[in-house]
């Protein structure tokens, strides 16, 4: 079975002319840009800058960055309705494009329809307009993913929208835009990928196609943490490996890392890739306590010679780098619950996830002083 992946993808895009000139080539009359608001970055300026002055731009929309929330977006495809355009640019993180994503085939919806009611199914879709990804950081994976996650504020919970539509149809991977970019910011997303690549390889819906993307990913990143990370921060091909994990964790299946990342979304604000940079060491630690075997691959490809000496470094990274507040003492069991509400993710792990698993890693993350705990 081949893998379900973007339809172009340009693994080098060197400058605004390239993309402009592909972007051409698709005949596309009218683009709405979905772009990061926050994002200070001379490569986007010069992107936006062309898309004007080559493009017919009907609709610029400058997202706020936050996790899409379905009442967010709803409003955006309302607004989206009546225009006369036939492709959506999204260039940002994860959460934008993931909210680009979701319009592109919400948008052919009956308009009292909320996308709240499509949450966590795989709905039939009607229509899709041309979803062109420029990602700007390197981890979400969500410009190779047919998932489009929301959080749905009323009901306090997140989960995608799922549908091989959703996957964007082109990909642009434009090196220069991480320069310059906050390590801080970049982090997150890094361990996120690193994540799916992890997850693809050891989970039981992994394949030998899957697990052939998860190696490569883990490649890239494992040469990435050897070099100290400050040699070269900003790597041409970490865009590549956050590709390559995202295409291997679209055609398997995400984890228990996953599962446990929601609640810390849902009830305390985490930003996704925060929640995953907590969760990841411990679940590691867990596996190891079970068996050394469960991490020996994913171990051996990322070049670390034991599941003790990346937990220390992935802890070291995080107190460097996540500026967190949790609240103190709050009702664990309620997150346990939730997060094997995750059906799918729960069933991909390596092991029979149970819920003294998920008490285990939460007790671990909230007993850490070092995350400056209050009460919120």
């Known amino acids: 079975m081949e893998l379900i992946k973007p339809r172009l993808v340009f693994e080098d ?90 319009i592109s085939v919400l948008i052919f ?31 979400s994976g969500a410009e190779a993913t047919k998932s489009a996650v929301l959080f749905n504020p009323s009901l306090r919970i997140k989960r995608g929208i799922n549908n091989p539509l959703v996957l964007p149809d082109v990909v642009f991977l434009v090196p220069g835009i991480l320069e310059n970019l906050p390590f801080k910011i970049l982090y997150p997303s890094l361990i996120d990928g690193l994540t799916h690549a992890f997850e693809s390889l050891i989970g039981v819906s992994a394949t030998h196609k ?45 984890g228990p890392i996953h599962a446990l990342s929601y609640p810390l979304t849902e009830n305390f604000g985490i930003p996704h890739g925060s929640a995953i940079a907590l969760i990841l060491p411990r679940v590691i630690e867990l596996y190891s306590e079970i068996s050394d075997s469960l991490i020996a691959d994913f171990l051996n490809y990322i070049n670390f010679q034991s599941g003790k000496s990346l937990i220390y470094a992935i802890d070291s990274l995080n107190d460097e780098n996540l500026d967190l507040k949790l609240e ?49």
Not at 20 to 47: F, H, P, Y
Not at 49 to 76: A, H, I
């Open 328 to 376: 103190s003492n709050p009702n664990l069991e309620i997150l346990a619950y939730r997060s094997l509400e995750l059906k799918g993710a729960i069933r991909n792990s390596p092991i029979p996830w149970k819920f003294e698993h998920s008490m285990q890693i939460y007790k671990e993350i909230f007993k850490n002083d070092k995350l400056g705990v209050v009460k919120l």
């Open 210 to 254: 899957t697990k052939d993307f998860a190696a490569d990913a883990l490649r890239i990143y494992g040469s990435y943490f050897s070099s100290g990370l400050k040699e070269n921060p900003y790597p041409r091909n970490l865009l590549k490996a956050s590709f390559l994990a995202g295409v291997a964790i679209c055609n398997s299946e995400t």
């Open 109 to 139: 919806q009956k308009k009292e329809v909320s996308s709240a009611d499509f949450q966590g199914t795989n709905f039939s879709a009607s229509g899709k307009k041309i979803c062109i990804c420029i990602p700007t950081t390197a981890g």
């Open 13 to 102: 895009a060197i400058n605004a002319t390239f993309v402009v000139q592909e972007i051409k080539k698709l005949k596309t009359d009218g683009i709405v840009i979905i772009v990061d608001g926050n994002i200070k970055n001379l490569v986007v300026d010069e992107l936006l800058n062309y898309f004007y002055r080559d493009l017919k731009v009907c609709y610029l929309l400058k997202y706020p960055g936050m996790e899409p929330t379905t009442t967010y977006l709803d409003r955006v495809v309302i607004e989206l309705k009546d225009l006369n355009f036939e492709a959506i640019v999204a260039i940002g993180g994860g959460s934008t494009l993931d909210f680009a994503k979701a």
